[in-house]
Structure formats: structure tokens, C-alpha cells
């Protein structure tokens, strides 16, 4: 089994700053690329940022330069720093990590969600 736990999400003030953890746990050979996607109600999932096992980043258009993706690969951790929060930003955050298991193959897995919600 394969958990990703996520944490730090909260209530915050616009321009205010939040920063996310998600830890992947369980019977995982390895981890590759890893990343965070947001829904907002009545919206599709979207990407928000993925960082890679070497440290290449990818941002969506809306979050970049705001936001900071980062990893600890030996504990299988991925951070989002989150800064000048707007009310947009609004959303359930999704972690996702793909991961082999021991004697398996490549598969994504999705944590429970954490709210963030900015107020004006």
C-alpha cells in the first residue's frame, strides 16, 4: 500500500502566505516526478506545479512567481510554499506522486485533499 498524506492547508487572508507538505509512505521503491493540482468548486482539477526527482519545475501560468515547489526526495516529500495568496487560489489541493511499489509497475497516487481558502 501507498498513502500521501497532506498538510498545511488552512484559512488565510489575501497576500497572506501558506506552505503545504504531502508524505508518501508506504511500500514504495521509488518515487518519480511529484506534484500539487487544486479544485475549486464547479471547476475541474487543474494543475497548479510538479517538480521532478532531479529538482525541473513546472508551473501553471496563474501560480508562477507566487508559489514554490520543492522535494526532499529521501522522505519522499513534496512542500508547495505557497505567497501573495489571492482569493482565486481558493481550492481543495491535491498531492500526486508517481510511484513504483516493490515488484510493480508505475502508478499515480492522489492524497485526500486540503482546503485553502483566501478571504479578500
Known amino acids: 500500500q501507498v498513502q500521501l498524506v497532506e498538510s498545511g492547508g488552512g484559512l488565510v487572508q489575501a497576500g497572506g502566505s501558506l506552505r503545504l507538505s504531502c508524505v508518501a509512505s508506504?511500500?514504495?521503491?521509488?518515487?518519480?516526478?511529484m506534484g500539487w493540482y487544486r479544485q475549486a468548486p464547479g471547476k475541474q482539477r487543474e494543475l497548479v506545479a510538479t517538480?521532478?526527482?532531479?529538482?525541473?519545475?513546472n508551473y501553471a501560468d496563474s501560480v508562477r512567481g507566487r508559489f514554490t515547489i520543492s522535494r526532499d526526495n529521501a522522505k519522499n516529500t513534496v512542500y508547495l510554499q505557497m505567497n501573495s495568496l489571492k482569493p482565486e487560489d481558493t481550492a481543495v489541493y491535491y498531492c500526486?506522486?508517481?510511484?513504483?511499489?516493490w515488484g510493480t509497475g508505475w502508478n499515480d497516487y492522489w492524497g485526500q485533499g486540503t482546503q485553502v481558502t483566501v478571504s479578500s
Open positions: 500526486n506522486a508517481k510511484i513504483r511499489r
Open positions: 517538480i521532478t526527482t532531479s529538482g525541473s519545475t
Open positions: 508506504g511500500s514504495i521503491a521509488s518515487a518519480n516526478a
